[in-house]
């Protein structure tokens, strides 16, 4: 409730008529201050008339006035400058350590609204509730939404890089690395990637990176994926072998409790195979990037990602017989065009626009940009249901941007910071 009042406060979205204080004085909101994220009042720097006096200061909402005691206020100094107290139920008065009252005003909001707001939120995580509502914006407020989004979502995928560039000093071959491992894992097994990558230091896997063997007994080996394995399987043996030799060189600690995925999921996608295919990209890795850097369209920026697997990992999907891929080819391609697709939305755009933003580089950050709008859309879940409302989907660009709104506003029920959500909630509101 409180989250809704700071809400209808902020845009001032308040029943039309006078107001005033609980003691009668006139209330006139100026300006109603800028909304605080962290810690201290609520709203900073406003500006509200009462009772004739102009007042400049911050305010503070609660749903019942007594909460400005329940919260401790009365002992933090960071609220003496409160100018109005803003509250739904007006249980008790407030005062400053000096003693003097602070004014305090009721901020009235609809049963209907409030309601309303509760079912919005609490069908946001499973269900679109404004698709209805979707079809009536205005295409130009919509189109903004999206080009908001899409850059959100751009810049938080920069955001992470430059985070793994300052935790390895500058190093770009580490921040490369660990940025390609966490996108093999394609959402299922992101978290999993990640964490074997930083368990197992891209510049050690680079001093063997002439041995395929010694590269990939490493990353299997720190993944767990080389526990319990077959007895009779000689090239599991193997790299057990080579495994607990590196990890003795290295004094190299698995992942405990990676928590790999692998149910409902095609075999060549099983992460046995993606790990294989990280170790056969490790020796590619010094090149990627100056690669993705100058790649003039997308076929040059999908040619670094198209990697064959050869060997064992050309016709099995783990270590079982079980697993054995159907091709029976000497090589087959490790990856799908849609699956590589992915790796260009999630490695090498981001990379690009990353580098750009790190050497002051505008333009290759707009190339970065222009080439998420060139690329084909995702297909999934998320995207079909925001096409079923109404959203075309026409490019990469956009399918992100409807991924960052579905994973960022709708999931996270953050109705009230949507544009979407915001226009359907204010139109109720009075």
């Known amino acids: 409730m409180e989250k809704l009042m700071q809400y209808v406060w902020q845009h001032r979205l308040l029943r039309p008529g006078p107001m005033s204080t609980v003691d009668g004085r006139s209330v006139q909101i100026v300006d109603p201050g800028l909304l ?9 720097n406003a500006k509200v008339r009462i009772g004739g006096d102009m007042w400049v200061g911050n305010v503070e909402i609660h749903v019942r006035a007594s909460d400005w005691m329940r919260h401790g206020h009365h002992n933090d100094r960071a609220y003496d400058s409160v100018i109005l107290h803003v509250v739904y139920h007006d249980d008790m008065p407030v005062k400053r350590p000096d003693g003097n009252v602070i004014p305090q005003m009721v901020l009235p909001v609809r049963v209907d609204f409030a309601d309303h707001y509760n079912a919005l939120v609490m069908r946001a995580e499973r269900d679109l509730p404004c698709r209805d509502y979707i079809g009536s914006l205005p295409p130009l407020h919509l189109t903004d939404w999206i080009s908001s989004l899409g850059m959100e979502r751009l810049m938080a995928k920069s955001a992470r890089i430059l985070g793994l560039l300052d935790r390895y000093q500058g190093d770009w071959r580490e921040a490369v690395y660990v940025t390609l491992a966490r996108a093999l894992g394609f959402g299922t097994n992101s978290e999993p990637f990640e964490r074997l990558a930083m368990a197992t230091p891209y510049g050690f896997l680079a001093r063997h990176a002439d041995s395929e063997l010694t590269v990939e007994a490493m990353l299997l080996g720190q993944s767990g994926l080389l526990n319990d394995i077959p007895t009779d399987n000689r090239y599991a043996l193997a790299l057990l072998r080579e495994y607990e030799f590196m990890q003795k060189k290295f004094g190299l600690r698995s992942v405990t409790s990676p928590g790999w995925k692998s149910g409902r999921m095609r075999p060549q996608n099983f992460p046995h195979r993606r790990v294989a295919l990280l170790a056969r990209m490790v020796a590619m890795l010094p090149q990627l990037m100056s690669r993705i850097l100058d790649a003039g369209d997308e076929d040059e920026l999908r ?34 065009y849609a699956s590589v697709t992915g790796l260009l939305i999630n490695v090498a755009v ?9 050497h002051h580089d505008r333009q290759l950050m707009d190339r970065g940009i222009e080439f998420l709008q ?9 995207t079909a249901m925001f096409e079923a409302a109404g959203i075309k989907c026409r490019d990469a660009f956009t399918s992100q941007a409807l ?3 579905r994973r960022e506003y709708c999931e996270a029920r953050k109705c009230l910071y949507c544009r979407i959500g915001h226009r359907m909630l204010a139109s109720k509101a009075t």
């Open 36 to 44: 605080n994220e962290g810690s201290g009042p609520d709203f900073f």
């Open 303 to 336: 040619k670094p990602f198209d990697v064959t697997l050869h060997g064992y990992w050309a016709t099995h999907y783990t270590f079982s017989e079980r697993g054995v891929a159907t091709d029976g080819g000497r090589e087959t391609k490790a990856l799908s």
């Open 350 to 358: 981001p990379l690009m626009y990353a580098w750009g933003e790190r």
């Open 374 to 382: 060139s690329i084909k859309p995702e297909s999934n879940r998320v």
């Open 403 to 405: 991924i960052e709104l």
